[in-house]
């Protein structure tokens, strides 16, 4: 079963413009992680957050997480065509580290020179 | 090394031959995971190591699909007897639970496997 949902499916935006991907997930979490996957390619580990979090930054990414919610947002900022690319959240099964991840069907983001 | 490798990129089995596939985690990583991605879309867990100890199998099919990591060689995956909804990609993975920085994954870049 899915643990991490995203939100939306699908993303297309203009260069330089921001893009904003949401997460919802379903059980009690340790942390929670964002990875990229270019087309045609493997996962490549983004940001991760605790869940005594609740904003992470990482270069032009901002990570903010709701445990209260459930949820979790990625922020992309000034993107760039580069950027194009399928987001995934994902969690760990029992909540803690050493539990297999679960990942949600992932946002396919689209930026447009 | 310091980066997930995978062995084959690609390859392309008929249906009912065996498919194997290797990966070497990062040194000095304990757990060891395997997911099938389909069409792009969900990752479907497998399995997962502990060194050479299976950790968790709950993914992985009861039939045709084996997994081990032996000291002192690569993880592989064996697919016996494939059939067309095998082919999909296969994504190995590591980490290392050690402080801060032990819970993230870090993931191959995948062999594709096609079955015709």
């Known amino acids: 079963s899915q643990q991490g949902e995203e939100d939306p499916q699908a993303l297309s935006i203009q260069e330089g413009e921001n893009a904003t991907m949401n997460c919802s997930y379903k059980?009690?979490?340790?942390?929670l992680q964002w990875y990229r996957q270019n087309s045609g390619r493997g996962l490549v580990h983004l940001i991760l957050?605790?869940?005594?979090?609740r904003e992470k930054h990482s270069g032009r990414l901002r990570v903010t997480l709701d445990t209260s919610k459930k949820s979790s947002s990625l922020l992309i900022t000034a993107s760039r065509a580069a950027d194009t690319a399928s987001y995934f959240c994902?969690?760990?099964?029992?909540?803690?580290?050493?539990?297999?991840?679960?990942f949600g069907k992932g946002t396919k983001l689209s930026v447009k020179p | 090394g310091e980066e997930v490798a995978q062995t084959p990129k690609h390859l392309v089995r008929g249906e009912g031959q065996k498919a194997k596939l290797y990966c070497a985690p990062i040194?000095?990583?304990?757990?060891v995971f395997w997911y099938q991605q389909v069409l792009k879309n969900e990752f479907k867990f497998l399995i997962s190591f502990q060194n050479e100890n299976v950790f968790d199998e709950t993914g992985m099919p009861k039939e045709r699909f084996s997994a081990k990591c032996l000291p002192n060689s690569p993880c592989s995956l064996e697919i016996q007897a494939t059939k067309l909804e095998d082919s999909a990609v296969y994504f190995c993975a590591s980490s290392q639970f050690q402080g801060s920085s032990g819970n993230t994954i870090y993931f191959g870049e995948g062999s594709w496997l096609t079955v015709v």
């Open positions: 059980t009690s979490i340790n942390n």
């Open positions: 994902a969690t760990r099964r029992d909540g803690g580290s050493q539990g297999n991840l679960i």
């Open positions: 957050i605790r869940s005594n979090e």
């Open positions: 040194k000095g990583h304990s757990y």
